[in-house]
């Protein structure tokens, strides 16, 4: 499965070599008022640039730990819309719509669990923009503890292994 995605990322750095890096860069120390980093970075305890390494490095061990627990699974849609939702849910720039990328694949999984998760993490990341910035009890909930407590139940529940690895695709929330 990651053969097509590895091919196009070669072939766009054969064309244009300096198109990696300019992505890589544009984002490098940028840290998104959804994202579940930015607490982190309103504190002080890290600079924005060690925050954007430590969340790419998460990522990738995220998602090859879904590959990894989920390797046996009979159909891939729960993998790949977790893998995918990874971003969304990790990254230190983010925004609402970048959960989208995995929505599609895990409402087809029938894991409607993961899938509330996902979407409500969606909708908290949308609100964050609304609320006015500060130190109030809502922003520190929409922005801070609800989505550290959806990443928790989407790891959880992302890298749950199905029994036998033969637990058909639409089973009922599982």
């Keep these: 499965m ?4 590895i091919a196009a990322v070669l072939a766009g750095g054969l064309i244009c070599p ?18 579940i980093w930015r607490p ?3 504190l002080g305890f890290l600079p924005a640039t060690t925050i954007t390494a430590v969340a790419t490095i998460a990522i990738a061990m995220v998602v090859v730990l879904i590959a990894w627990r989920r390797r046996r699974d009979a159909a891939p849609e729960l993998s790949a819309g977790a893998s995918l939702s990874v971003f969304g849910m990790f990254a230190s720039y983010t925004l609402p ?15 409607l669990a993961l899938t509330a998760i996902v979407a409500s993490r969606g909708s908290l990341m949308a609100a964050s923009y609304q609320l006015a910035t500060g130190s109030s009890v809502q922003v520190l909930l929409i922005s801070g503890v609800a989505p550290v407590l959806l990443l928790v139940a989407f790891l959880w529940r992302s890298t749950r292994a199905s029994p036998g690895g033969c637990e058909p695709t639409g089973s009922v929330n599982r």
């Design 40 to 42: 982190v970075i309103e």
């Design 97 to 111: 719509w970048y959960l989208m990328w995995g929505l599609p694949t895990l409402a087809m999984s029938g894991d």
């Design 2 to 5: 990651a053969t097509g995605p």
């Design 18 to 35: 300096g198109s990696l890096g300019n992505a890589s860069a544009a984002t490098a120390g940028r840290i998104s008022r959804a994202s």
